[in-house]
Every structure is written in structure tokens, then in C-alpha cells.
């Protein structure tokens, strides 16, 4: 296993505990630093967890810090995750890691110039449940895939999130904010999109904020809440992907996956684990008991329950492959296919016709159970 890195967090928000409470469990990172534009947060956060809270120059400056993490607010990923690589720093980004294929292709380049190397969320396909749907389709469990579905419906972030202004500003909405999920997993169990074509709308102008201290505050919706797309991958397959924040209750399996000799039922994209279930020709779904991956255990506890949780792993696996040379699944070139689909899926939708993709990537090597044991502590 490669040697330990220094991990620096750059924003202190909600998603940032998880990151500061799981990273430490992987055997090549050590959490050593953390900033934010509010100092007040990055002060709690540091006082919390047992680390030195900086400014971000100072951060960016720090040598004990080999990679940056990137948790701002989807608009300033990309200026964040620049100025970081122009520092000479790695960094692993929360996603969007980018809002345009040119700022990708920007950081693309200060990357190589300088000799870092740039990831991103999300990491959950890496999930033991995810990996073992996988595993099962690598092995021709349901013949060749050919059509499915994926949806990510809800009613919207607004009643939980104390700030959730900026999943209703440009960078947001369910198709930038939750597509990644479910594109990223697509990509690993189906490999790269060739084309796509969608329709979207919104339901409302205004959101009202229902939890925290602006809890009754209206929020604008300056982004499409509501799409429905095709997309067409590079093997033939053909699958549907509904995301919306204006559903209050629907049926639908949050992934379908049909095949010429059967269909695989994947859990949520935006978890680690959960049930797999597989139909043969017979048309009878079963649950299939899950192989015992590491990261399938249940190990974290949310305001529902206990769930599979273990962000960090893309990181810890960006800075093994940074140590070996080798290729890593969380790449630059897979994150950006994943925006290259999603921000042609809204421009589909904006302009009425089908989209082609012009980036491509291959499938992420697979995750087995001793690659997945070897990242941890």
C-alpha cells in the first residue's frame, strides 16, 4: 500500500462530517488541515475533529497537505479545484467537479503541467452492492445489457437542507446535483454514452426553506427541476433516466437494468449498499445474497438509519494509483464524461433535439473484495 497522505478539506459545510468522520478509516489518508470562506466554520469543524483550521491560501501553501478536497458549493468547484492544482496540490473534488467540459479540460491541462492529478465524486459505485451488480453482469449473469431504467425522484432539498439555495442556482438541480450517481454507476456497469436526448420543466418559481434558522425564506428556482432522457450508450443499450425534485411519491426501482437472458435490480446509486435482486428468463426477481465486500457493511448512522457509507474510498484509491502510476476509477476523464452527459442532457432538453457525446472513457477497472479490503485500515 502506497504511503500516507496529507488531506486538506476546503469547505465546511453539511457534507463535509461525513468526509472528516470516513476518511480517516482508509489506510493511505490522514486529515491534517481544513479551511472555508466563513472561518467560524472551519474553526468548529477543526476543534470537532482534531485538526488545524487555515486560511485557504494557507492551506494551499501548507507542505504537510498532498491533496485538497474540494466541498464548496458546486460554482466554485472549478476555481477552487484551479487554484489548487496551480499550488502544485492534488485534488479530489465533490461533484460537479465542473460546470462546463471547458473548465474540465482546463484543469485538464494545469494538472498535467504541473504534475497532479485531479478525481472526483461520486465514489458510491465503488460500494460493495454496487460492485457485486457488477460483478454479476461481468460474468453474464443477464446476457448483454440492452435497456433499463434510473430514477431519482423527490420533492426536493429544500425541506431538510438549511441552505439548499444553491441546489435551485445554476450548478444545481436533480440532474447536476443527483445525476452524477447515477451516471457514474451507469458508466461502470454499462460503460460510456454515446448520445442522449431528454426533455425538462419545473414545477415551481419558488422553493420555501422548511428546516434551520430561515426555515418560512423562498428561494428561486433559476434551474429545470424535472427531466426525463434517453441515453444511448457506446454498446447499444438504450436507458431512461428520470430525475426530478416534483415528485411526492412515485414506484419506480431507483435502477433496472434488462438483458437479453435477464434484468438486474441495482440499489440506490446514491448509497454504498443495499439489496441486488436478479431475474432470469424465468421473469422471477430474486434477491441474490451480497458477496462480503468491505465497503457493504452497514457502518454509518443517518437521521433514517444505518446505512453503507464510505466516502473517501475514490480518494484513497486516486492516491494509491497517484503512488503506483496506475490508472484510478474516479478519473478526470470518467468525471468528465459524467458532465459531458449531463450537461448534454439539459442542453437536449433546452434546444429539442438529440445530444452527442463528445468525450468518451472506458469502465472503471472493478473494485474486488481484496482491492477494497487493501484501501482500508
Not at 434484468?263 to 441486488?276: K, L, Q, R, Y
Request: hydrophobic share 45%.
Amino acid at each position: 500500500m502506497s504511503k500516507e497522505s496529507g488531506v486538506g478539506i476546503i469547505g465546511c459545510g453539511n457534507i463535509s462530517a461525513a468526509y472528516f468522520k470516513l476518511v480517516p478509516m482508509f489506510r493511505n489518508l490522514k486529515v491534517v488541515a481544513c479551511a472555508d470562506i466563513n472561518p467560524a466554520a472551519s474553526a468548529a469543524r477543526a476543534e470537532e475533529f482534531g485538526v488545524e483550521a487555515q486560511e485557504i491560501e494557507a492551506l494551499l501553501a501548507n507542505p504537510a497537505v498532498d491533496v485538497v478536497v474540494n466541498l464548496t458549493v458546486p460554482e466554485a468547484h472549478y476555481p477552487v479545484s484551479r487554484r489548487t492544482l496551480i499550488a502544485g496540490k492534488h485534488v479530489y473534488s465533490e461533484k460537479p467537479f465542473v460546470l462546463t467540459l471547458e473548465q474540465g479540460e482546463d484543469l485538464r491541462r494545469i494538472a498535467e503541467t504541473n504534475g497532479v492529478s485531479v478525481g472526483s465524486a461520486p465514489d458510491t459505485f465503488l460500494g460493495g452492492s454496487h460492485q457485486f451488480a457488477r460483478h454479476l453482469i461481468d460474468a453474464g449473469r443477464i446476457g448483454k445489457v440492452m435497456s433499463g431504467t434510473a430514477h431519482v425522484l423527490g420533492p426536493g432539498m429544500e425541506r431538510w437542507h438549511p441552505n439548499p439555495d444553491f441546489f435551485f442556482a445554476p450548478g444545481g438541480g436533480p440532474i447536476l446535483d443527483m445525476g452524477p450517481y447515477y451516471v457514474a454507476n451507469l458508466v461502470n456497469l454499462v460503460g460510456p454514452v454515446k448520445r442522449v436526448v431528454a426533455l425538462a420543466n419545473k414545477a415551481r418559481a419558488e422553493r420555501i426553506i422548511g428546516s434551520g434558522p430561515r426555515a418560512g425564506e423562498k428561494v428561486p428556482v433559476g434551474v429545470a427541476t424535472n427531466i426525463h432522457a434517453i441515453l444511448e450508450f457506446a454498446s447499444g443499450a438504450q436507458v431512461a433516466l428520470m430525475a426530478s425534485w416534483d415528485v411526492w411519491a412515485h414506484r419506480h426501482q431507483n435502477m433496472e437494468l434488462y438483458g437479453t437472458d435477464g434484468a438486474i435490480f441495482v440499489p440506490d446509486p446514491n448509497f454504498f449498499g443495499g439489496p441486488v435482486e436478479v431475474a432470469g428468463t424465468d421473469g422471477e426477481p430474486q434477491e441474490v445474497e451480497v458477496w462480503d465486500h468491505p465497503l457493504t457493511a452497514k457502518n454509518f448512522e443517518f437521521d433514517w438509519g444505518m446505512e453503507a457509507n464510505y466516502r473517501g474510498a475514490g480518494l484513497a484509491d486516486m492516491m494509491d494509483a497517484v503512488a503506483t502510476g496506475r490508472d484510478y476509477r474516479c478519473s478526470l476523464e470518467r468525471s468528465l464524461h459524467t458532465i459531458d452527459v449531463l450537461t448534454a442532457i439539459l442542453r437536449s432538453a433546452e434546444e429539442g433535439r438529440a445530444v452527442d457525446i463528445v468525450t468518451s472513457c472506458t469502465q472503471p477497472e472493478a473494485l474486488g473484495i481484496e482491492e477494497a479490503r487493501a484501501l482500508q485500515r
